[in-house]
Protein backbone atom coordinates (compact mmCIF):
# COMPACT_ATOMS: atom_id res chain seq x y z
CA UNK A 1 0.00 0.00 0.00
CA UNK A 2 0.92 3.47 -0.94
CA UNK A 3 0.61 4.59 3.14
CA UNK A 4 0.51 1.63 4.76
CA UNK A 5 0.67 3.76 7.98
CA UNK A 6 -1.49 6.57 8.38
CA UNK A 7 -1.41 9.15 11.11
CA UNK A 8 -4.86 10.59 10.78
CA UNK A 9 -3.81 13.63 12.19
CA UNK A 10 -1.25 14.64 9.82
CA UNK A 11 -2.83 12.99 6.71
CA UNK A 12 -2.13 15.30 3.49
CA UNK A 13 -4.05 16.52 0.29
CA UNK A 14 -1.43 14.58 -1.68
CA UNK A 15 -1.03 11.73 0.23
CA UNK A 16 -4.84 11.22 -0.03
CA UNK A 17 -5.01 12.01 -3.54
CA UNK A 18 -1.85 9.71 -4.30
CA UNK A 19 -3.87 6.79 -2.40
CA UNK A 20 -7.38 7.20 -4.14
CA UNK A 21 -5.22 6.82 -7.83
CA UNK A 22 -3.15 3.93 -6.21
CA UNK A 23 -6.18 1.99 -5.35
CA UNK A 24 -7.91 3.13 -8.74
CA UNK A 25 -4.73 1.78 -10.78
CA UNK A 26 -4.64 -1.58 -8.69
CA UNK A 27 -8.12 -2.31 -9.83
CA UNK A 28 -6.58 -2.98 -13.75
CA UNK A 29 -4.44 -5.90 -15.69
CA UNK A 30 -2.73 -3.31 -17.86
CA UNK A 31 -0.68 -6.25 -19.10
CA UNK A 32 -3.27 -7.15 -21.26
CA UNK A 33 -4.82 -4.15 -21.99
CA UNK A 34 -4.92 -1.69 -25.53
CA UNK A 35 -2.51 1.27 -25.75
CA UNK A 36 -5.56 3.68 -25.85
CA UNK A 37 -7.48 1.98 -23.53
CA UNK A 38 -4.74 2.52 -20.60
CA UNK A 39 -4.07 6.01 -21.42
CA UNK A 40 -8.36 6.23 -20.68
CA UNK A 41 -7.99 4.14 -17.58
CA UNK A 42 -4.60 6.44 -16.47
CA UNK A 43 -6.14 9.31 -17.21
CA UNK A 44 -9.17 8.61 -15.49
CA UNK A 45 -7.30 7.01 -12.36
CA UNK A 46 -5.66 10.49 -12.26
CA UNK A 47 -8.60 12.36 -12.76
CA UNK A 48 -10.72 10.88 -9.85
CA UNK A 49 -7.77 11.39 -7.57
CA UNK A 50 -7.58 14.97 -8.15
CA UNK A 51 -10.57 15.48 -8.11
CA UNK A 52 -11.22 14.49 -4.76
CA UNK A 53 -9.07 17.44 -2.97
CA UNK A 54 -7.88 19.54 -5.40
CA UNK A 55 -8.35 22.76 -3.26
CA UNK A 56 -6.48 20.93 -0.60
CA UNK A 57 -3.48 19.81 -3.12
CA UNK A 58 -2.60 23.14 -4.55
CA UNK A 59 -2.96 24.84 -0.90
CA UNK A 60 -0.45 22.07 0.00
CA UNK A 61 1.83 23.12 -2.82
CA UNK A 62 1.30 26.59 -3.22
CA UNK A 63 0.00 26.47 -6.44
CA UNK A 64 -1.68 28.86 -8.56
CA UNK A 65 -4.00 26.80 -11.61
CA UNK A 66 -3.43 29.22 -13.86
CA UNK A 67 0.33 28.99 -13.17
CA UNK A 68 1.53 26.26 -15.99
CA UNK A 69 4.71 26.07 -14.96
CA UNK A 70 4.12 25.45 -11.00
CA UNK A 71 1.28 23.44 -12.41
CA UNK A 72 3.75 21.32 -14.16
CA UNK A 73 6.23 20.98 -11.93
CA UNK A 74 3.57 19.78 -9.38
CA UNK A 75 2.46 17.05 -11.80
CA UNK A 76 6.16 15.92 -11.88
CA UNK A 77 6.67 15.68 -8.42
CA UNK A 78 3.37 13.73 -7.63
CA UNK A 79 3.64 11.24 -11.09
CA UNK A 80 7.37 10.74 -8.90
CA UNK A 81 5.70 9.71 -6.12
CA UNK A 82 3.13 7.46 -7.55
CA UNK A 83 6.60 5.84 -8.84
CA UNK A 84 8.45 5.60 -5.88
CA UNK A 85 5.31 4.25 -3.69
CA UNK A 86 2.85 3.15 -6.06
CA UNK A 87 3.30 -0.63 -7.67
CA UNK A 88 0.19 -0.06 -9.30
CA UNK A 89 1.39 2.89 -11.34
CA UNK A 90 5.07 1.39 -11.73
CA UNK A 91 2.88 -1.30 -13.86
CA UNK A 92 0.92 1.42 -15.82
CA UNK A 93 3.74 3.60 -16.45
CA UNK A 94 5.92 0.13 -17.47
CA UNK A 95 3.47 -0.99 -19.88
CA UNK A 96 2.60 2.40 -21.34
CA UNK A 97 6.48 2.78 -22.25
CA UNK A 98 6.13 -0.59 -23.78
CA UNK A 99 2.38 -0.67 -25.43
CA UNK A 100 3.71 3.01 -27.15
CA UNK A 101 6.59 1.89 -28.41
CA UNK A 102 5.21 -0.95 -29.78
CA UNK A 103 2.68 1.16 -31.78
CA UNK A 104 5.60 3.44 -33.04
CA UNK A 105 6.74 0.63 -34.24
CA UNK A 106 4.06 -1.06 -36.19
CA UNK A 107 3.82 1.02 -39.15
CA UNK A 108 7.49 1.20 -40.01
CA UNK A 109 9.60 -1.86 -42.38
CA UNK A 110 12.33 -2.91 -40.13
CA UNK A 111 15.89 -3.82 -41.82
CA UNK A 112 18.67 -5.51 -39.24
CA UNK A 113 22.82 -4.95 -40.06
CA UNK A 114 25.75 -2.89 -38.94
CA UNK A 115 26.47 0.48 -39.42
CA UNK A 116 29.41 1.07 -42.05
CA UNK A 117 28.84 4.83 -42.87
CA UNK A 118 27.33 8.39 -42.04
CA UNK A 119 27.78 11.21 -43.70
CA UNK A 120 26.97 13.83 -42.17
CA UNK A 121 28.80 16.34 -44.43
CA UNK A 122 25.69 15.40 -46.89
CA UNK A 123 22.36 17.35 -46.38
CA UNK A 124 20.24 15.45 -45.46
CA UNK A 125 22.65 13.06 -43.57
CA UNK A 126 23.05 9.71 -44.96
CA UNK A 127 23.11 6.50 -43.37
CA UNK A 128 24.71 2.68 -44.88
CA UNK A 129 23.59 -0.42 -43.39
CA UNK A 130 25.36 -3.59 -44.43
CA UNK A 131 21.92 -5.87 -43.92
CA UNK A 132 22.22 -9.58 -43.15
CA UNK A 133 21.24 -10.24 -46.57
CA UNK A 134 25.09 -8.90 -47.90
CA UNK A 135 23.76 -6.16 -49.17
CA UNK A 136 24.55 -2.15 -48.44
CA UNK A 137 21.29 -0.13 -48.10
CA UNK A 138 20.91 3.75 -47.60
CA UNK A 139 18.43 5.35 -45.02
CA UNK A 140 18.26 8.95 -44.84
CA UNK A 141 18.06 11.47 -41.91
CA UNK A 142 15.68 13.64 -42.40
CA UNK A 143 14.20 14.62 -38.91
CA UNK A 144 15.45 13.94 -35.36
CA UNK A 145 14.15 10.39 -33.83
CA UNK A 146 14.50 9.04 -30.71
CA UNK A 147 18.16 8.93 -29.77
CA UNK A 148 19.14 10.50 -33.00
CA UNK A 149 21.96 12.36 -30.91
CA UNK A 150 24.12 9.52 -30.08
CA UNK A 151 25.07 9.99 -34.03
CA UNK A 152 25.87 13.78 -33.76
CA UNK A 153 29.72 11.98 -33.83
CA UNK A 154 29.50 9.79 -36.48
CA UNK A 155 29.10 5.48 -36.41
CA UNK A 156 33.04 4.92 -35.21
CA UNK A 157 31.56 3.75 -31.54
CA UNK A 158 29.65 1.65 -33.69
CA UNK A 159 31.61 -0.76 -35.11
CA UNK A 160 30.69 -4.40 -34.78
CA UNK A 161 27.44 -3.33 -33.27
CA UNK A 162 24.25 -4.40 -34.95
CA UNK A 163 21.44 -1.90 -34.91
CA UNK A 164 17.23 -2.65 -36.13
CA UNK A 165 16.31 0.45 -38.02
CA UNK A 166 13.22 1.50 -38.14
CA UNK A 167 12.21 3.44 -41.60
CA UNK A 168 9.25 4.06 -44.26
CA UNK A 169 9.64 4.91 -47.72
CA UNK A 170 9.31 9.15 -48.36
CA UNK A 171 9.00 10.18 -51.74
CA UNK A 172 10.48 13.34 -52.60
CA UNK A 173 11.35 15.77 -56.00
CA UNK A 174 14.65 16.03 -57.07
CA UNK A 175 14.53 19.50 -58.31
CA UNK A 176 18.47 18.39 -60.04
CA UNK A 177 16.94 15.08 -61.64
CA UNK A 178 13.90 16.35 -62.39
CA UNK A 179 12.22 13.09 -61.17
CA UNK A 180 10.56 11.89 -58.39
CA UNK A 181 13.09 9.54 -55.87
CA UNK A 182 12.49 7.53 -53.21
CA UNK A 183 14.03 7.48 -49.86
CA UNK A 184 14.21 5.34 -46.90
CA UNK A 185 13.59 7.57 -44.31
CA UNK A 186 14.92 6.62 -40.12
CA UNK A 187 12.24 6.94 -38.05
CA UNK A 188 14.10 4.62 -35.60
CA UNK A 189 17.86 3.07 -34.91
CA UNK A 190 17.64 0.01 -32.06
CA UNK A 191 21.04 -1.35 -30.71
CA UNK A 192 20.89 -5.09 -30.78
CA UNK A 193 24.10 -7.41 -29.67
CA UNK A 194 27.80 -6.83 -31.04
CA UNK A 195 29.07 -9.47 -33.65
CA UNK A 196 32.33 -10.89 -33.05
CA UNK A 197 35.35 -9.18 -34.58
CA UNK A 198 35.94 -11.88 -37.08
CA UNK A 199 32.45 -11.22 -38.93
CA UNK A 200 33.07 -7.78 -37.71
CA UNK A 201 36.00 -7.73 -40.25
CA UNK A 202 34.60 -9.46 -42.74
CA UNK A 203 31.22 -7.36 -43.12
CA UNK A 204 34.11 -4.00 -43.40
CA UNK A 205 35.74 -6.66 -46.15
CA UNK A 206 32.70 -6.92 -48.33
CA UNK A 207 31.95 -2.72 -47.14
CA UNK A 208 35.09 -1.64 -49.12
CA UNK A 209 34.82 -4.23 -51.59
CA UNK A 210 31.72 -2.90 -52.82
CA UNK A 211 32.74 0.92 -52.42
CA UNK A 212 35.16 -0.52 -55.54
CA UNK A 213 32.45 -1.69 -57.26
CA UNK A 214 30.36 1.36 -56.78
CA UNK A 215 33.37 3.71 -58.10
CA UNK A 216 33.93 1.28 -61.44
CA UNK A 217 30.06 1.63 -62.08
CA UNK A 218 30.50 5.41 -62.05
CA UNK A 219 33.75 5.85 -64.17
CA UNK A 220 32.08 3.13 -66.85
CA UNK A 221 28.88 5.32 -66.74
CA UNK A 222 31.12 8.53 -67.55
Known amino acids: ?67 DKSMQKMGEVLANRLFSDCEAYRNYATYIAIKKLEEEREPYQITEGVLVKLDLERQPPLFVLWTTEDEALDFTWFREFDGSARFFGGVKDYENQRVEIFWEELELYDPLQQNYKIHREIKLIEDLDKVAKKEGKAILKKWKKYQKWQKRQKKAKK
Do not use: H, P
Not at 41 to 50: A, H, K, P, Q
Open 1 to 67: MLLAQWSFAQVTASEVILQKVCNCMGGYEFETMEYKRMLVVGDSCMERGLLSNLTGLLSEYGVDMED
